[in-house]
């Protein structure tokens, strides 16, 4: 394994230079980074700190940063210590630019101000948490998405990132000699506007593996049917069922990330927002 320090400036969170160091480094094997993150960097003063950290552990810098006079000192630190130096939305806003026949602004953090779209994946991390396993049920055709499945399937987490995108998301479980809220059959159908319910699965022997892993941690180390494989796989399978019965649209989880998971959700939303506006 092959460490090297990487340092990530910013004039905000640092969330973009992180997202990027690692939807590049995933491709790169046998290498494990150190990261240094240095984030709301505004002043020279705290441009010096950074320069200073980089010059005690040179390796490549990634920077998102606007202020034009902090750019070049950092640009030229980096130059001489002979290290890499990125900005890593230079090339997009340049893009942009050009299309678009106008000038970025230079305003630091401004994918954060607090605008409707803020206060609205607010309310949707709130709905998350209010409609996490099965709860509050009385109000589910306010939900956006609505994903049923067994239990650790990654209903909740994937909930969690969904609402990061602005979407309200509820999830109910499946639990094994328990029929399924009559409050899903009530809904509206997702083509007439109704909220999108996706069955969750994942495969018996996969489950099962999670599922012990978590009784682990809990110091709970009985042998039940939540781990035996064969009723684990009856479990997959019943909720298999009722999701044909429904006709909702099945993810298999087992092999997708969770960001991956959401991508899949998000583009089934997107095909009916096209299909309403044909």
């Given at each position: 394994?092959?460490?090297?320090?990487?340092?990530?400036?910013?004039?905000?969170?640092?969330?973009?230079?992180?997202?990027?160091?690692?939807?590049?480094?995933?491709?790169?094997?046998?290498?494990?980074?150190?990261?240094?993150?240095?984030?709301?960097?505004?002043?020279?003063?705290?441009?010096?700190?950074?320069?200073?950290?980089?010059?005690?552990?040179?390796?490549?810098?990634?920077?998102?940063?606007?202020?034009?006079?902090?750019?070049v000192r950092l640009i030229e630190a980096c130059r001489k210590l002979e290290v890499p130096c990125v900005a890593v939305l230079d090339p997009v806003l340049n893009a942009f630019g050009e299309f678009l026949h106008a000038k970025a602004g230079h305003k630091p953090g401004r994918q954060h101000q607090l605008d409707?779209?803020?206060?609205?994946?607010?309310?949707?991390?709130?709905?998350?948490?209010?409609?996490?396993?099965g709860q509050s049920l009385s109000d589910l055709e306010n939900a956006d998405v609505i994903l049923v499945g067994v239990s650790r399937s990654s209903k909740t987490p994937t909930c969690i990132y969904l609402a990061n995108r602005g979407i309200k998301a509820a999830n109910i479980p499946l639990v094994p000699g328990v029929p399924s809220p009559g409050e899903l059959g009530r809904l509206k159908p997702f083509a007439e506007g109704g909220p999108l319910v996706v069955g969750l699965t994942n495969d018996p022997n996969a489950l099962v593996a999670v599922r012990r892993n978590r009784l682990r941690l809990l110091n709970e180390n009985r042998d039940t049917d939540y781990t035996n494989p064969e009723s684990v796989k009856e479990e997959v399978q019943a909720a298999r069922r009722l999701f044909a019965d429904n006709g909702w649209p099945v993810?298999?989880?087992?092999?997708?990330?969770?960001?991956?998971?959401?991508?899949?959700?998000?583009?089934?939303?997107?095909?009916?927002?096209?299909?309403?506006?044909?």
């Open positions: 394994m092959k460490n090297f320090h990487l340092h990530l400036v910013s004039d905000s969170t640092g969330e973009t230079n992180l997202a990027v160091a690692r939807a590049c480094l995933v491709q790169f094997d046998d290498v494990e980074p150190i990261e240094h993150v240095w984030s709301m960097i505004r002043t020279d003063r705290q441009a010096q700190k950074v320069i200073a950290g980089i010059e005690a552990n040179p390796g490549v810098v990634l920077f998102t940063l606007v202020d034009d006079k902090i750019r409707a779209d803020y206060f609205a994946r607010i309310a949707a991390m709130d709905y998350a948490m209010t409609h996490d396993d993810l298999e989880t087992s092999r997708r990330s969770i960001e991956e998971t959401a991508a899949a959700i998000l583009a089934l939303l997107h095909d009916r927002d096209i299909a309403t506006t044909a």
